[in-house]
């Protein structure tokens, strides 16, 4: 069973650029959810995707965006980026959508993104 | 608004001895919870998780306390071992069921 990887590992960016983080979702898996932790804190939610469609989304400006393809890999984009972004940004995979079931999360290794 | 929040921040323990790890949640609506673990450089992993309806699940050396009476969870860790040192984080099932909202953490810290 293959768990979920993300892409790239770590990310240096310049403010006002545009960022795409990419995920692919734990074998069997259907939804995927974004994170982004801020150093020292816990996770705090983007947004879900299920079936290519958002599923729910946090507190985050509409620059953060996200695509869910048909084999439910996801990507994360942010544009216009901000110190602020620089963070820990989380892909998790769950079996189901997260407000239909009790399906845990299960979290890839993140991309460390640094904007300077 | 919701929050997770958890008592002690960092915890030492000595290797061998049990730990427990506490959280209060202020959600009353929240009625899944999820433990996580996660070490330096790592995503959270998954170490256990309740549902509402029950008030104890075990695993692996860990056991989940849940106390809806006063929104309190805890996690218990049997025979603490070097290699649970880590941060660990609560998370309860958010209003719209479609996040979860994670506390800040409590660093576990095994002393030899």
């Known amino acids: 069973e293959t768990g979920v990887t993300q892409s790239p590992t770590h990310l240096i960016k310049t403010r006002g650029q545009q960022v795409t983080l990419r995920c692919s979702s734990q074998s069997g898996h259907n939804t995927v959810s974004w994170y982004q932790q801020a150093l020292g804190q816990g996770p705090q939610f983007i947004f879900q995707?299920?079936?290519?469609?958002?599923?729910g989304r946090g507190n985050f400006p509409p620059r953060f965006s996200g695509l869910q393809f048909p084999n439910y890999s996801s990507e994360l984009n942010v544009n216009a980026l901000e110190l602020d972004d620089s963070a820990l940004y989380l892909c998790?995979?769950?079996?189901?959508?997260?407000?239909?079931?009790?399906?845990?999360?299960?979290f890839g290794n993140g991309t460390r993104l640094t904007v300077t | 608004g919701e929050s997770v929040g958890l008592h002690l921040p960092t915890l030492s323990v000595q290797e061998g001895d049990n730990s427990i790890i506490n959280c209060a949640y202020s959600?009353?609506?929240?009625?899944?919870f999820i433990w996580y673990k996660q070490e330096s450089g790592k995503g959270p992993q998954f170490i256990i998780d309740?549902?509402?309806?029950?008030d104890k699940r075990q695993g692996q050396r860990v056991t989940v306390l849940l106390n809806k009476t006063v929104k309190h969870l805890s996690l218990q860790i049997a025979a603490t071992q070097p290699g649970d040192s880590a941060v660990y984080f609560c998370a309860e099932n958010g209003d719209y069921g479609q996040n979860f909202v994670f506390g800040p953490g409590t660093r576990l810290s095994v002393l030899p």
């Open positions: 959600n009353s609506a929240s009625d899944y």
């Open positions: 998790a995979s769950s079996l189901y959508p997260t407000g239909t079931s009790n399906s845990p999360l299960h």
């Open positions: 995707y299920y079936r290519e469609e958002e599923n």
């Open positions: 309740i549902r509402s309806n029950m």
